[in-house]
């Protein structure tokens, strides 16, 4: 199964950091054109936090800007969201997202694939 794994996840206060980090597993990378982060509130949709593109073009949600910083090392293709001044609001199941083309256990594989999530709870 083709697999995003993520981590960096837990709790935190109100002010206080967090760094996830999401890079594939049991994939042979081919190219990887965008990846992003999602996430998922209780009783809310699942919203875009961030994107970057293969050249590095970043789009952040509006209630992120300033305070999350979207990355990704292409050498290890590795995601990476730097989370500073963390409020309640950003409670929620932070999810990896990569556009992508590669193999996987001798299967070509292409288009979006997620990870699992990664459990995100800023108390106040």
């Known amino acids: 199964q083709v697999q995003l794994v993520e981590s960096g996840g837990g709790l935190v206060q109100a002010g206080g950091s967090l760094r996830l980090s999401c890079a594939p597993s049991?994939?042979?990378?081919?190219?990887?054109?965008?990846m992003g982060w999602y996430r998922r509130a209780p009783g809310k949709q699942r919203e875009l936090v961030a994107a970057?593109?293969?050249?590095?073009?970043?789009n952040y949600a509006d209630s992120v800007k300033g305070r999350f910083t979207i990355s990704r090392d292409n050498a290890e293709n590795t995601l990476y969201l730097q989370m500073k001044n963390l409020k309640p609001d950003d409670t929620a199941v932070y999810y990896c997202?990569?556009?992508?083309?590669?193999?996987?256990?001798?299967?070509?594989?292409?288009?979006?694939?997620w990870g699992q999530g990664t459990q995100v709870t800023v108390s106040s």
């Open positions: 970057i593109t293969n050249g590095g073009i970043t």
């Open positions: 997202n990569a556009d992508l083309t590669g193999r996987s256990r001798g299967i070509m594989i292409a288009g979006d694939f």
């Open positions: 049991e994939i042979i990378i081919f190219s990887i054109r965008h």
